[in-house]
Nanobody, 121 residues
Framework: QVQLVESGGGLVQPGGSLRLSCAASGNIFRVSAMGWYRQAPGNQRELVATITHRGTTNYADSLKGRFTISRDNAKHTVYLQMNSLKPEDTAIYYC???????????????WGQGTQVTVSS
């Protein structure tokens, strides 16, 4: 079994910062791409950022310069540093991990449970 545990969400004022974490654990052999997505009420889930095993990053155009994705391969953990937060960043943030389990040759995609981020004064 594989578990993804997210943390770091909460309530923050406009202009503030938050750092999200997502740790994968279980019978993991190898982790490839990791990423963050978000879903606001009434909207579809959208890409925030992704990062490859070697550290190549990709961001939603509207978030470049404010959000930074990073990862710790030894800990199977992905982070999202969010700065200069705006009310429109309010959403549930989900981590996404593509990994290979022990004894398997295929890669499987997993989603975290989601963490609420609310930007409000």
């Amino acid at each position: 079994q594989v578990q993804l545990v997210e943390s770091g969400g909460g309530l923050v004022q406009p202009g503030g910062s938050l750092r999200l974490s997502c740790a994968a654990s279980g019978n993991i052999f190898r982790v490839s791409a990791m990423g963050w997505y978000r879903q606001a009420p009434g909207n579809q889930r959208e890409l925030v950022a992704t990062i490859t095993h070697r550290g190549t990053t990709n961001y939603a155009d509207s978030l470049k310069g404010r959000f930074t994705i990073s990862r710790d391969n030894a800990k199977h953990t992905v982070y999202l540093q969010m700065n200069s937060l705006k009310p429109e960043d309010t959403a549930i943030y989900y981590c996404n991990v593509r990994l290979q389990r022990l004894g398997r040759v295929d890669f499987t995609e997993y989603w975290g449970q989601g963490t609420q981020v609310t930007v409000s004064s």
